[in-house]
Every structure is written in structure tokens, then in C-alpha cells.
């Protein structure tokens, strides 16, 4: 059972178009992380979430970490192809406790 | 180097050899993780360093695992008798924070190639 849930699994849309991202456990996190990773490279951090009900915004993308702290969202706006990558959510459930990650979402952005 | 190192880059190997990873993370971080990922897949936790503290070898997924962290600094990750199911991308990441909300800095990886 994986303890985060990430959907879809792959998202294929055309350049401009906007996306949702979800991440969603059944535990409860202290803070979660989004990464983005490419293709022969390691993931590399986007955004840090601790707060219930937080919403940061980074450019073209949001990220909400629900008032429970259960679950999280990446909202991109008018998507462009240099966001093509892997996208990971990682929660730790305790401020001292290693971080796991979810399965990712693979986003492709057509031209 | 600024990032974390890692080597080799490629390996490839018959089933039953044994293999060595190497990590040299980034100078000054106390915490250093191993994961495992798969084609496409996502980031499966094998075992963390945090200082002097033992570490957290919770992911490894048999005894055939092992690590170590010599003087805080650089990390081997061992797969003794290799099988086809060990081929996988192993990537290390360290953190200059102890915790969680730390971000991690991950190398490019080290891609096993079991045949």
C-alpha cells in the first residue's frame, strides 16, 4: 500500500492549457514537498508546504496543502513544454522522520 | 564539486556479482538518503544517514543491501549476488537539515543494469 497517492499516474496536454496534480494519504504530514525531475537527473525541489489549508504560488504554478494535512495539489496555468517532467510529492509524517515519496505524476506538454 | 557526486553513472553487471555505489554529497550536509527508482517510477526509500546517529535502514529490501557513511562525508551502497530485480536507478540526496522539511539535493543517479 503506498502511504501517498499520486493522480494521474500521466497527463498529456497541449501547450497552454492548465493541470491539476494530486497528492493524497490517509496519515497525516508535517510538511510535504513537491519535486520536479527530468529525464537522466535527479528530482529538484519546487516547494515546501507545513502549513494546513497553505497555498504558495511559484510563477505559473500553485501548490495547496490541504487543512488537514492529508493532501496536496500542483495547479499549473497555461502549461509549456519546459514543465515536461516527472512531478513527486514526498511527506514526512513526523518533523524528524525521512520522507516518502509518491509514485509521481509523468506531465507531457505538447508544442 | 557544488552538487552531489555520484558514480558510476552507468553499471552494468552478471547476476550474482556483487556491486559498489558511491555518494559524495554536498559538503557541510549532516543528512544523506539512498532511494531506488524504477523506469518512470517513483523515489523507494532504502536507508538514511543523519550524524552520528545509527542509521535508518528500514528501506532495505534484503540483507543482500548494505551502506555505509564513512566520517560523515561519503556513502557506499553494496548489493551483494546481484539479481535482474535490483536493475534501477539509485539515487542519493543529502540535506544540510536533519529534518524532513529540509530540502534534499539529489545526485543524477547511478543506473544498474542486472543481466
Known amino acids: 500500500t503506498q502511504l501517498l497517492e499520486q493522480s494521474p499516474q500521466f497527463l498529456s496536454i497541449q501547450e497552454g492549457e492548465n493541470l491539476t496534480v494530486y497528492c493524497n494519504s490517509s496519515?497525516?504530514?508535517?510538511?510535504l514537498q513537491w519535486y520536479r525531475q527530468e529525464p537522466g537527473e535527479g528530482p529538484v525541489l519546487l516547494v515546501t508546504?507545513?502549513?494546513?489549508?497553505e497555498v504558495k504560488k511559484l510563477k505559473r504554478l500553485t501548490f495547496q496543502f490541504g487543512d488537514a494535512r492529508k493532501d496536496s495539489s500542483l495547479h499549473i496555468t497555461a502549461a509549456q513544454t519546459g514543465d515536461t517532467g516527472l512531478y513527486l510529492c514526498?511527506?514526512?509524517?513526523?518533523?524528524?522522520?525521512?520522507?516518502?515519496f509518491g509514485e509521481g505524476t509523468q506531465l507531457t506538454v505538447n508544442p | 564539486g557544488a552538487g552531489v557526486s555520484q558514480s558510476p553513472s552507468n553499471k552494468v553487471t552478471e547476476k550474482g556479482k556483487d556491486v559498489e555505489l558511491r555518494c559524495d554529497p554536498i559538503?557541510?550536509?549532516?543528512?544523506l538518503y539512498w532511494y531506488r527508482q524504477s523506469l518512470g517510477q517513483g523515489l523507494e526509500f532504502l536507508i538514511y544517514?543523519?550524524?552520528?546517529?545509527?542509521?535508518?535502514k528500514s528501506g532495505l529490501p534484503s540483507d543482500r543491501f548494505s551502506a555505509e557513511r564513512t566520517g560523515g562525508s561519503v556513502s557506499t551502497l553494496t548489493i551483494q549476488r546481484t539479481q535482474q530485480e535490483d536493475s534501477a536507478v539509485y539515487l542519493c540526496?543529502?540535506?544540510?537539515?536533519?529534518?524532513?522539511?529540509?530540502?534534499?539535493?539529489f545526485g543524477e543517479g547511478s543506473r544498474l543494469t542486472v543481466l
Open positions: 514526498a511527506g514526512a509524517q513526523t518533523s524528524g522522520s525521512r520522507l516518502t
Open positions: 540526496a543529502s540535506s544540510f537539515f536533519p529534518s524532513a522539511a529540509g530540502e534534499l539535493f
Open positions: 496519515s497525516v504530514f508535517s510538511s
Open positions: 559538503s557541510g550536509h549532516t543528512a
Open positions: 544517514f543523519q550524524g552520528n546517529s545509527a542509521p535508518d
Open positions: 508546504v507545513v502549513t494546513g489549508g
